[in-house]
């Protein structure tokens, strides 16, 4: 693998930072006032930098160049150090219609959607007219296991009748979701556990469907994306909302997941990133019992272990997107898992020491620490626990040497 940024990618890094420097972080302290006024909306201030960003070809840039007339042509090599960038803000991922779950949602479509589905859902998404949310996760069986899924999606004549409870439904708070991509079971009894689901697209304003209340992360509602529960009572959608045929479900969430997984990795490697470098103005200008806080051993050891973290969690999500692009996200599992399971660890622990030699000051609102933390200890669970990834990972590894 060429360690060395191409041209290309050098200068879209380039742009991307130097759009972040000059038009997001400053922006920051209005998106934050934006929110407290109105929670589930999106704060005006983003509208205005999307924008912008769109205005200046910054837009999409998550999506592979597999798909065509949809992608700007980028690979997840070359889409890893822009999503790095921006991981270094809450919002900016958003700003270039690249955050989740809309990105896994977006994939989904264009992979595995048929002409009128892309036409009536994944467009306005590419636009950024709307938001969208992913279904999965039950709060009555344990959901690292996708074939637990009890959700029912049963066949009535020309429709779909899907009866269920979901909950940390990510993005299903904010106003302008209107679309969820449902996963339920279509075939209960199917021998083969991992033919039993489907999903299928809800429109949030469906007659049945009702977003019953927000599910808190470490004490925040997380606006404006929010974790909802849902209640599915009844709801009756077109069969033609179902995605790719009865059956696929599964087959369709390891799809979807696999790029999910590292885009978060991505961006947990620009927070942890941003919290070093705040660690380090922090240590240099605070002064504790009469000298500045980097003359502690303590401090200094805490600033060189991040460091070497971050770059080893670096240099391996750079070698699992490289492997996607050359072999494919199936033959890049092992490595998809093993990133999975480090940089959110990482980032976890890199944060915690930055809030550490911020003081209080670490634990508020006038640094985004106290987000990067509750966003780092999140992914540790969100598209599967770390524990699975391991059991799986060291399955995978034995097995050759059987």
């Known amino acids: 693998m060429d360690f060395q940024y191409s041209e290309k990618t050098q200068d879209l890094i380039n742009q991307v930072r130097t759009f972040i420097n000059n038009e997001v972080l400053p922006a920051e302290h209005t998106y934050h006032e934006q929110l407290q006024k109105s929670p589930w909306e999106t704060p005006a201030v983003v509208h205005e930098l999307k924008e912008k960003a769109r205005a200046k070809g910054l837009w999409n840039l998550f999506l592979p160049k597999e798909h065509g007339e949809w992608s700007p042509g980028l690979s997840n090599l070359e889409y890893a150090p822009l999503a790095e960038e921006m991981g270094r803000n809450h919002f900016a991922a958003e700003v270039f219609n690249c955050s989740a779950p809309d990105t896994g949602n977006m994939e989904v479509l264009a992979k595995y959607g048929n002409e009128q589905q892309k036409e009536q859902w994944l467009k306005p998404l590419l636009d950024g007219k709307i938001r969208s949310a992913f279904a999965m996760t039950e709060p009555e069986v344990a959901s690292s296991d996708a074939?637990?899924?009890?959700?029912?999606?049963?066949?009535?004549?020309?429709?779909?009748?899907?009866?269920?409870?979901?909950?940390?439904?990510?993005?299903?708070?904010?106003?302008?979701?209107?679309?969820?991509?449902?996963?339920?079971?279509?075939?209960?009894?199917?021998?083969?556990?991992?033919?039993?689901?489907?999903?299928?697209?809800?429109?949030?304003?469906?007659?049945?469907?009702t977003v019953k209340r927000p599910m808190y992360v470490l004490g925040s509602p997380d606006a404006p994306e929010g974790h909802a529960e849902v209640i599915f009572d009844n709801v009756r959608v077109p069969a033609?909302?179902?995605?790719?045929?009865?059956?696929?479900?599964?087959?369709?969430?390891?799809?979807?997941?696999?790029?999910?997984?590292?885009?978060?990795?991505?961006?947990?490697?620009?927070?942890?990133?941003?919290?070093?470098?705040?660690?380090?103005?922090?240590?240099?200008?605070?002064?504790?019992?009469?000298?500045?806080?980097?003359?502690?051993?303590?401090?200094?050891?805490?600033?060189?272990?991040?460091?070497?973290?971050?770059?080893?969690?670096?240099?391996?999500?750079?070698?699992?997107?490289?492997?996607?692009?050359?072999?494919?996200?199936?033959?890049?599992?092992?490595?998809?898992?093993?990133?999975?399971?480090?940089a959110p660890s990482m980032a976890f622990r890199v944060v915690d020491r930055a809030i550490q030699i911020h003081g209080a000051v670490g634990l508020s609102q006038d640094t985004p620490l106290a987000g990067f933390f509750a966003y780092a200890r999140t992914v540790r669970l969100a598209d599967g626990p770390d524990q699975v990834h391991m059991s799986q990972l060291g399955r995978n590894l034995a097995k050759r040497f059987e």
Not at 161 to 177: D, E, L, T, W
Not at 285 to 290: E, I, K, L, Y
């Open 147 to 209: 074939t637990n899924i009890e959700t029912s999606i049963k066949r009535d004549g020309d429709d779909y009748v899907i009866n269920g409870r979901k909950f940390y439904i990510s993005g299903a708070m904010r106003k302008s979701c209107e679309i969820m991509i449902v996963m339920g079971k279509t075939d209960p009894d199917n021998p083969n556990r991992h033919q039993q689901q489907s999903q299928i697209l809800v429109p949030v304003n469906t007659p049945g469907v």
């Open 240 to 342: 033609g909302n179902i995605i790719l045929g009865e059956g696929r479900g599964f087959e369709i969430a390891q799809g979807r997941l696999g790029p999910g997984r590292i885009h978060h990795c991505m961006r947990l490697i620009g927070a942890a990133q941003r919290a070093l470098e705040l660690m380090c103005e922090r240590a240099n200008t605070r002064v504790a019992f009469g000298q500045p806080l980097i003359k502690q051993g303590s401090v200094r050891e805490d600033i060189a272990k991040s460091y070497c973290e971050i770059e080893q969690a670096r240099l391996m999500t750079l070698k699992a997107a490289d492997h996607m692009d050359r072999y494919g996200n199936k033959e890049a599992k092992d490595l998809i898992a093993m990133i999975k399971i480090v």
